[in-house]
């Protein structure tokens, strides 16, 4: 097995044990970036330089003592929405297209108290808007799994990254599913907290409310001990909780003997994929073969939490994004007539199509006269979607459910209608309305061997339940494979694609295919 | 479509946005919106009478702290990110006659 396909807990152990040095596991990754990513456009921003400098310096800090944690020396990918000092971070938009931000995200200190290796910055979806990574100005990210289609969003890059084994773990951000379903689509896995448990410091803005760092990677284990890292009080978030347990990986013990697990029936009929309904028929009878206690139960209001959340993230959005005006940083209009007309121009050269959607429909719902009408009347159905968490969490540890009632869609089939694009997040946007944790495992691939996912919820604090059922599951599921990615070489008038050190000659591939990846099956 | 938007609703909303919208691109966003409320109606099915506006899940209070000056200088860090900067300040186009 190569370094890049280990787990980031492997990696900690390898390095801790002096099996391999910081910067061998670091060149790895870089390695593995230069010869994958030109075909997945994973990243916006590679730092091999400042990673490889970092990398002896924590090499130094773990012989010396200072750095102790399982974590020490692994490198990471960062979503390119979280503050890096001296990195830059454009939220993958033209309006931040040269940012480089003075300060770093707290997680990204806490990461790097913990000799957390940046590799470099993860392309996403315009300022998060989006559930196909799409709508990034540096053009979008393709699914390891089968180029042809998208990673999802918004936090695509983060999850092809980790599935191409670029990069052993990444941090991503959850405002409506943005963790969850591109981690569902990538077969990896995400894990979205209880809201304030990481802190938003440092994560630009899009509906605060909502917004959620949280770890992409390949398993649980990996999620469980990032999440312990990452997880801090910050006086610096006035909406960051101060939480007594976060020891998350104490969770992981494979153990479900008595835990009540809820599946929304609600969630399984008209517009889910059979495929996807199975996959999540399969993880209930493999949680009660271990002695959970699974039942399906009605959910109530489902309907009513995409309406919401439209509603409530574009006016937070409209608010949040009114800070890019071309003053301070990022891009201004070259041509202009006054501060009004700069700011106007610079906004609308700097920013996309679907993020200017949202801003304008924000802007709406805020505006006198329709304040109460959308505004206030999401925020009350968001109200009742929480109460019908709190009365399902009265009977259940766990809810099981999908985590896209598909799997990843074709590249250039989602944006041209936005509406339907946002009914793909039914299964994760109410999770964010009421602040509750989930984490979306991979099963198994469907009958195009692109992978399906399967979503654990848990009540607000309860991250240690999903982590425990998620832990459980994988046990029974075995270690999930990479994809076989096909990397193709273009030489003499004719293409070669390696696939997975076999060497094959394909004839007439087309030029803008750089590279096909082959479906992997799960490992049992 | 149930909801229509208006040319004088998009002119005042891209005010409110500070955006400069196209004449197509007016009639998109007119588009957008009216197809977005028809489908935010829904919410009209819910009787919400007597529900509280949840605005955060948890009651969160405002985090006070003394006005103390815990950052360093950054002035030079900060400005190099500038699009246009002047003796030590952003620049803007003039703003007063």
């Known amino acids: ?524 | 479509m149930a909801n229509i938007i208006s040319d004088e609703t998009i002119e005042y909303v891209g005010i409110l946005a500070k955006l400069e919208l196209s004449d197509e691109e007016k009639e998109q966003a007119k588009h957008d919106i009216g197809r977005m409320l028809d489908y935010v109606d829904k919410l009209n099915e819910l009787d919400t009478s007597g529900v509280e506006p949840l605005s955060h899940v948890f009651p969160v209070n405002n985090v006070f702290r003394e006005d103390v000056v815990t950052n360093g200088n950054e002035r030079e860090k900060i400005l190099a990110n500038a699009p246009e900067k002047k003796d030590g300040a952003f620049k803007v186009p003039k703003t007063v006659e």
């Open chain 1, 1 to 524: 097995m190569q370094l890049t396909d280990l787990t980031a807990l492997e990696l900690g152990r390898k390095i801790k044990e002096k099996e391999v040095s910081v910067r061998e596991v670091v060149q790895a990754s870089l390695d593995r970036i230069a010869q994958t990513d030109g075909g997945i456009n994973g990243f916006v921003t590679v730092d091999a330089e400042g990673a490889l400098a970092r990398a002896d310096e924590v090499q130094k800090g773990i012989e010396s003592g200072q750095y102790t944690g399982a974590l020490a020396g692994v490198p990471v990918a960062v979503k390119d929405n979280i503050c890096t000092e001296g990195l830059k971070t454009t939220c993958s938009s033209k309006i931040l297209y040269n940012f480089v931000p003075t300060y770093s995200a707290e997680a990204i200190l806490n990461l790097r108290k913990a000799g957390a290796v940046i590799l470099g910055k993860t392309n996403m979806d315009e300022f998060a808007m989006g559930s196909t990574t799409e709508t990034s100005a540096f053009g979008p990210t393709k699914n390891p799994w089968n180029s042809e289609h998208v990673p999802g969003g918004s936090s695509g890059g983060s999850c092809a990254a980790v599935a191409a084994c670029e990069a052993p773990y990444a941090l991503g951000s959850d405002t409506g599913g943005s963790i969850r379903q591109p981690a569902s689509f990538c077969g990896v896995t995400g894990l979205k907290p209880t809201y304030g448990t990481v802190s938003r410091y440092g994560l630009v803005a899009y509906g605060s409310s909502l917004d959620q760092i949280g770890p992409i990677a390949k398993d649980v284990s990996d999620c469980a001990a990032v999440l312990e890292t990452i997880a801090s009080y910050d006086k610096k978030d006035s909406t960051s909780l101060d939480r007594r347990e976060t020891d998350f990986t104490s969770a992981l013990v494979d153990d479900v003997k008595g835990l009540r697990v809820g599946i929304p029936s609600d969630y399984l009929g008209e517009g889910l994929d059979d495929e996807v309904r199975a996959a999540v028929m399969k993880v209930a009878d493999v949680l009660r073969e271990k002695g959970a206690v699974v039942e399906e139960f009605d959910l109530s209001l489902v309907e009513y939490a995409i309406p919401a959340y439209y509603v409530i993230a574009s006016a937070e959005a409209s608010s949040n994004l009114a800070r890019f005006d071309g003053v301070k940083y990022g891009y201004r209009a070259k041509d202009y007539e006054g501060l009004h007309n700069m700011y106007k121009k610079s906004r609308s050269e700097g920013f996309g199509e679907e993020v200017k959607r949202r801003i304008m429909l924000g802007s709406f719902v805020l505006s006198s006269g329709y304040y109460d009408a959308y505004y206030l009347k999401a925020l009350r159905t968001k109200a009742l979607i929480k109460q019908s968490f709190d009365r399902a969490f009265e009977k259940y540890d766990v809810i099981l459910a999908p985590a896209s009632p598909t799997t990843a869609p074709k590249l250039g089939s989602s944006l041209s209608d936005p509406l339907k694009m946002y009914l793909g997040d039914i299964y994760t946007i109410s999770v964010n309305l009421a602040g509750l944790p989930g984490v979306s495992v991979p099963v198994c691939t469907d009958h195009a061997g692109l992978p399906i996912g399967v979503q654990l919820i848990g009540d607000c604090f309860k991250e240690k339940n999903i982590i425990r059922a998620g832990y459980a599951y994988e046990q029974a599921r075995g270690r999930w494979a990479a994809p076989e990615l096909v990397t193709c070489e273009k030489s003499n008038g004719a293409k070669a694609c390696v696939r997975s050190n076999v060497h094959e000659i394909h004839e007439a591939v087309p030029d803008d295919v750089l590279m096909v990846a082959s479906a992997a099956k799960e490992v049992g």
